[in-house]
C-alpha cells in the first residue's frame, strides 16, 4: 500500500500542471482505476492531495509542501546548485536542470530556461525516468562502477517503455562513449529533434549522485558548439562537486 501511494504521489507530482483526473493517474502507475481512486482519498484524508471538486482533478496537497520543507533543512542541495543552473541557462540560451539520483530513477529537482525561443519539454521539475534514460540518468549510468552497471543492464529492460535504443547493447555503447567524453549526449532518443548534454556531480564519497543538464533542439547542439557546451557542464559540474562536498548538510548518498 505505501508503495502504491508513493507511485501515485510520484505519478501526480509528474502530471499535476493543471491537475490531473483519476483516469490519468491510474494509467501513469498502470493500477485499474478504482484502486487509485482509493489511494488518492486515502491521501485526500491526510492532507498529501487535493482536489478541485468543480473539475474533478487531482492536485499535489498542502501537507506535502510541509514535509518538503521540513525535508529541505537536511537535503538543501537545490538551494546550492540554483546559481549553477540559471547562470548555465543565461551562459548558453537553452534549458538547464539539475537532478538527483534517487535509488535507480532520475529526479529533476530544478529548471532554468534560457532566452532562446524554443525549448524542449522532455523534463519538468519533478520528472523522474530510470538510470541510462535522458541524458542526466545516462551520465549517472556511466559514472557507476562496472559491476553495478552490468548488474543493473542485465535486470532491468527498458525497451517497452523507452524502444529499441534503448535495449542493452546500444545502451552500453552510450555508456562508453560518455566514459570517453565524460558527459553524457542524448541525440533525439525520447522526443525526436530535442537533443540533451548531461554532467555527472559527485557526493563526498565519490559517488554520482546528481547532473547537471543542457537540452535543446537539434540544430543549437551540432559540432563545434556541442563540445563547448559538454566542456562547459564538466566545469560547472565538477566546482558544484566541489560546494557540495563542502558544504555541512550535503545529502546524502542515494540507497
Not at 58 to 81: I, K, N, S, T
Not at 84 to 105: K, N, W
Not at 173 to 191: E, K, M
Amino acid at each position: 500500500m505505501v508503495g502504491r501511494a508513493a507511485g501515485v504521489l510520484r505519478a501526480l507530482a509528474e502530471l499535476d500542471t493543471e491537475g490531473a483526473r483519476t483516469a490519468d493517474v491510474a494509467r501513469a502507475v498502470d493500477l485499474p482505476r478504482p484502486t487509485v481512486h482509493r489511494v488518492l482519498t486515502a491521501l485526500l484524508d491526510e492532507g498529501l492531495v487535493d482536489r478541485v471538486q468543480e473539475t474533478g482533478r487531482w492536485h499535489l496537497g498542502p501537507e506535502l509542501f510541509v514535509l518538503g520543507a521540513a525535508a529541505a533543512r537536511r537535503y538543501d542541495v537545490a538551494q546550492v546548485a540554483h546559481p549553477t543552473v540559471r547562470r548555465l541557462a543565461e551562459l548558453t540560451g537553452e534549458s538547464a536542470f539539475f537532478s538527483v539520483r534517487r535509488g535507480e530513477d532520475t529526479v529533476c529537482l530544478l529548471r532554468e530556461d534560457g532566452d532562446f525561443p524554443i525549448r524542449s519539454h522532455v523534463l519538468t521539475e519533478g520528472s523522474r525516468f530510470p538510470l541510462g534514460v535522458v541524458s542526466a540518468g545516462l551520465a549517472l549510468l556511466a559514472h557507476l562502477p562496472d559491476r553495478e552497471v552490468e548488474d543493473y543492464l542485465a535486470r532491468v529492460d527498458l525497451v517497452p517503455s523507452y524502444g529499441r535504443p534503448h535495449a542493452t547493447e546500444p545502451l552500453r555503447q552510450r555508456i562508453a562513449t560518455t566514459r570517453t567524453d565524460g558527459y553524457a549526449t542524448n541525440p533525439g532518443l525520447n522526443v525526436e529533434g530535442s537533443w540533451g548534454l548531461a554532467a555527472a556531480v559527485f557526493d563526498r564519497a565519490g559517488r554520482p549522485s546528481w547532473a547537471l543538464t543542457l537540452t535543446g533542439i537539434e540544430s543549437r547542439f551540432a559540432q563545434p558548439r556541442r563540445a563547448e557546451l559538454g566542456a562547459l557542464l564538466l566545469r560547472e559540474a565538477h566546482a558544484l562537486t566541489g560546494r557540495l562536498s563542502a558544504g555541512p548538510s550535503a545529502a546524502a548518498p542515494p540507497r
